[in-house]
């Protein structure tokens, strides 16, 4: 029971193929409460088609998804945003005709049925705590890194209890990156359970409690950053049989 | 700068329901023909803000007209409630067929809609005659209003104030962020708890209701119905090609549009009585390539690099 009560998300055997192509197999992954998750592998891994499968864009070919108990593989995407899993996207996805302020916005009012005022309010608020100024800017204005803080004040203004970030780190400098960090471990102190795609090392090193290396959709290892980093097997799938 | 707008809107609207008072029958015949495609325009423009391009006007303009029509020679009661069934009828059979439907999207969806006209225009002459009329229509026994010009004027009038609040009401409440999301990125919107689905059938019934509404009235303002007539094409190129002049995406493009090629037409139909449509063409070619954006656009632009 405690065991259970423990993992907000769960997967049992997920499986997901395109046609010939199998991009995930029988994983089995476990979010904790309150945890940084990193999930990392070489490219073609299976990770964003995990997160896809996760956040309801596709459907899993087979297996469960377990979300606070129940069964939530059926649900169409926009539920899913309803009940709290929230995500960005690893090539930033802006709403080109609307500005900041109104892209954050769309989360508050209607994932969380929000009136337009409340919405503006809450939207406000979360932007205020991503750091992001100037709100009535339209998004073709804003830099890489406020594009990516936009997108993840999206997800917040949904008030998820999960939040999926898709190599939030890419195209962005390293202090760029320091920030964002700190943000995350901010947003963690909030109660919500993050689950972070990420190719660079020193981020997923620091950041997270816990790692899932996938290699052609499977789980290949899992634990913390410092014991799977020496894994042979770790190694070999990013480096190649020589390395 | 929010006052003075107030003001032009409300002399805009004053002027305009004045207008019998001070306009000769001809004037007041032009200018209700071009409110009408207004509307039809407007609402056009409606559906195409959530990213949804439609060439089926002319389907849902003629199904009101024919529901209005035929609930007129059956029961004989008031006109104005056989327009508003006319409306009511389209609303019901967009419904249906937005169900069906709205989960296609872009040129696969236009496609259908193009096809539905011409579904309805067959389905339609080839009821039995006591119903439809058959090929030849129905000729009503009187036109609405006894035909008075004045009432007439605005009855199309109301109509168009009906759309034009309903499309500022898209434009200016949370209906503007469902559409747009939907129209920028459909993953993004389904990601922020959007049902794209949902959202997209009320949208096509709310639109096509107002083209079988103006339909309607159509029908009741001339007095009859044909299948040819009132589902010609021309019901659904002639507003898109309003809207796109005038500026898609906005209340004001498709009015600015509607008046310029509405009064356009009008001159040119007496300028040369075959070949004004090959203008339009024209118009609508040259906008596309060098207006992308319509007039409304245009005067975005000059405006903003003062």
């Not at chain 1, 395109?18 to 070489?42: M, S």
């Amino acid at each position: 029971m405690d065991m259970q009560d423990n993992v907000i998300l769960k997967t049992e055997k997920l499986s997901r193929h395109f046609w010939g192509l199998v991009a995930l197999t029988q994983v089995d992954i476990e979010l904790k409460r309150g945890e940084i998750l990193g999930i990392i592998g070489p490219n073609g891994a299976g990770k964003t088609t995990l997160i896809n499968v996760l956040t309801g864009l596709f459907p899993p070919t087979e297996g469960r998804i377990i979300y606070e108990g129940k069964d939530i593989s059926a649900l169409p995407a926009h539920i899913r945003s309803r009940i709290g899993i929230a995500r960005t996207f690893q090539i930033s996805r802006p709403l080109v005709d609307l500005t900041l302020l109104e892209n954050v916005m769309t989360g508050a009012l209607f994932a969380r049925g929000l009136t337009c005022p409340q919405a503006i309010k809450k939207a406000s608020d979360v932007c205020g705590f991503m750091g992001l100024q100037d709100l009535d800017k339209p998004v073709s204005k804003l830099t890489a890194l406020e594009i990516k803080k936009m997108e993840v004040a999206r997800a917040l203004s949904t008030d998820p209890k999960i939040l999926m970030l898709d190599e939030l780190m890419a195209g962005i400098s390293s202090d760029e990156a320091d920030e964002m960090m700190d943000l995350i471990n901010k947003i963690r102190g909030q109660g919500i359970s993050i689950c972070v795609i990420e190719h660079v090392m020193r981020v997923i090193a620091a950041l997270t409690d816990r790692v899932i290396v996938l290699d052609w959709g499977r789980t290949l290892a899992e634990g913390p950053y410092a014991e799977v980093s020496h894994n042979p097997m770790v190694i070999k799938a990013y480096l190649g049989e020589d390395a | 700068m929010k006052i003075w707008k107030a003001f032009v809107i409300a002399a805009l609207f004053l002027a305009a329901a004045s207008l019998p008072f001070y306009t000769g029958t001809y004037l007041l015949h032009t200018i209700y023909i071009i409110m009408m495609y207004m509307s039809l325009a407007i609402s056009w423009d409606m559906l195409l803000r959530a990213g949804q391009l439609s060439f089926g006007i002319a389907g849902l303009f003629g199904i009101g007209g024919y529901a209005a029509t035929m609930l007129q020679v059956f029961t004989n009661i008031n006109p104005l409630i056989c327009i508003l069934f006319g409306a009511i009828m389209a609303g019901l059979i967009s419904l249906l067929i937005g169900l069906a439907t709205l989960r296609l999207r872009g040129i696969y969806f236009a496609i259908i809609t193009l096809a539905m006209a011409e579904i309805f225009r067959v389905i339609i002459r080839n009821l039995p005659d006591t119903w439809t009329g058959g090929a030849m229509g129905i000729v009503l026994n009187n036109a609405i209003f006894n035909g008075d010009v004045k009432q007439t004027y605005w009855l199309v009038f109301g109509i168009l104030l009906i759309t034009i609040v309903l499309s500022e009401v898209f434009n200016k409440s949370r209906i503007h962020f469902a559409i747009t999301s939907i129209r920028n990125d459909e993953i993004v919107a389904m990601s922020s708890g959007i049902d794209i689905f949902k959202w997209l059938v009320v949208i096509f019934v709310i639109t096509s209701t107002l083209q079988g509404l103006v339909g309607a009235a159509y029908t009741e303002i001339y007095g009859s119905v044909n299948p040819d007539a009132n589902f010609s094409v021309h019901y659904s190129l002639l507003p898109l090609a309003m809207a796109l002049l005038g500026g898609i995406r906005s209340t004001w493009g498709p009015v600015i549009g509607a008046i310029v090629l509405g009064l356009a037409g009008e001159y040119l139909k007496l300028l040369m009585p075959y070949g004004y449509l090959i203008i339009y063409g024209l118009i609508i070619i040259l906008v596309i390539l060098f207006l992308p954006d319509g007039i409304m656009g245009l005067i975005k632009k000059l405006t903003q690099k003062k």
